[in-house]
T-cell receptor, first 115, second 111 residues
């Protein structure tokens, strides 16, 4: 149980374009979803927290107009990187927290490369 | 300021050589402490949740313990497939369920 999927697993896009990453909880309803970014050999950096039907809460230093988060349902959250630049290239990971639990369950991650 | 420190940064063990990983934390009100395993290019995999000092959890060759200032992940007779980065995260009582992650311990078990 507690399976989280992400799509796509890898994406390459050109500078200036936008890319959308989907995060789904497959076998539970996620009260809260989180989006992280991870640089090579570093730990996870929280970008934002989202609750279904509410606006996302962004961490300090994260541009909300650049990283658009939509938590449309209890099983789906999306992250859209707008006007992507090479410095946005990174490993993006989502997690989902089932209602009534404290644990977060993570997706497999999405490798974004901006050329 | 809430903070999590993991040590060592990297650890090389021979197969069968038991050891412990440390996670020291400072948080204003601990809701829970979590251990994860992360393989290269993948998302973290949940291992354990600990809530109160003195609590222990076990799973196969892994045992996690918790005190008021730190947590240990003991690895008994490790195998090469235990090679991974082990991440510790704490959750405060802010109500947001956010994690504060440590920087992880990269474990390599040699056959």
């Amino acid at each position: 149980g507690a399976v989280v999927s992400q799509h796509p697993s890898r994406v390459i896009c050109k500078s200036g374009t936008s890319v959308k990453i989907e995060c789904r909880s497959l076998d539970f309803q996620a009260t809260t979803m989180f989006w992280y970014r991870q640089f090579p050999k570093q730990s996870l950096m929280l970008m934002a927290t989202s609750n279904e039907g509410s606006k996302a809460t962004y961490e300090q230093g994260v541009e909300k107009d650049k990283f658009l988060i939509n938590h449309a349902s209890l099983t789906l959250s999306t992250l859209t990187v707008t006007s992507a630049h090479p410095e946005d290239s990174s490993f993006y990971i989502c997690s989902a927290r089932p209602g009534g639990q404290d644990e977060q369950y993570f997706g497999p991650g999405t490798r974004l490369t901006v050329t | 300021e809430d903070q999590v420190t993991q040590s060592p940064e990297a650890l090389r063990l021979q197969e069968g050589e038991s050891s412990s990983l440390n996670c020291s934390y400072t948080v204003s009100g601990l809701r829970g402490l979590f251990w994860y395993r992360q393989d290269p290019g993948k998302g973290p995999e949940f291992l354990f949740t600990l809530y109160s000092a003195g609590e222990e959890k076990e799973k196969e060759r892994l045992k996690a313990t918790l005190t008021k200032k730190e947590s240990f992940l003991h690895i008994t007779a490790p195998k090469p497939e235990d090679s991974a980065t082990y991440l510790c995260a704490v959750q405060g009582e802010s109500g947001t369920y956010k994690y504060i992650f440590g920087t992880g311990t990269r474990l390599k078990v040699l056959a």
